[in-house]
């Protein structure tokens, strides 16, 4: 388990949320299946809630706006999103949304690497991002699944500067990533076998049992994309929310 009361790293996966056709059937779901409550940010930030773990902010949930892609997005933190946009694109990346004030909770800009994969930046102001993180219910992974990893790598290290490192055991094009000198904060790879989708990123969270959150996402109307298996680093299952939205669950302890 790890708390937080500071801005994140520069670099650091930081935050993820959702774009949600209807947010109330997906407060039930992930309420359900993760353990969260939710607050309202009201109508100030479009109808945004934050997910909560033991009353700290872990995810958010925001309504699907139109043209965008009912997905997960996770969000890297930077001290300047004015600096990592043109960093991006100085990078062969793309900024699909230009930096921007959210209130006065911070700034953000939403970017997609040279193989497509679209993540978000966070600035942090008032709003750090996820205020737990590696327990039940909080992030604990995060994953570039890549149609071109190399170009990938390449890219993130000259934005954020990360280092790789490989991991036994797993595809040859699959490296961990990390800041200098720090713990690995996920994975770029490959597709693993998913060839014809596009580059995505896939965020991770946690749970106490595996097993019992496949149930329960099937019992709302979710489905396991890739049943409960055991990993050396933890039992996990791939999910779907009952709109198609994908995530993952890997069980962690309570005090991991």
Known sequence: MSTRDTAWPSGTPCWADLAAPDVRAAQDFYGAVLGWSFTDTGEEYGGYVMAEVNGSSVAGIGPQQDGSPNVWTLYLAADDVEATAAAVTAAGGQVVLPPTAVGDQGRMIIAADPSGGTFGVWQAVRHLGA???????????????????????????????????????????????????????????????QDGLPSHWLVYFGVSDVDSAVTVAESHGGKALAPAFDTPYGRMAALSDPTGAVFWVVGVPAAA
Not at 161 to 167: H, K, L, M, S
Not at 174 to 191: K, N, Q, T
């Open 131 to 193: 205020e737990r993180v590696n327990e039940p219910g909080a992030l604990t992974w995060e994953d570039l699944r890549s149609t071109d990893p190399e170009v990938a790598r390449a890219f993130y290290a000259r934005v954020f500067g990360y280092q790789d490192e490989a991991v036994e055991g797993a595809p040859d094009d699959y490296r961990l990533f990390a800041l200098p000198g720090g713990d690995p904060l996920g994975g770029i790879g490959g597709l693993m076998g």
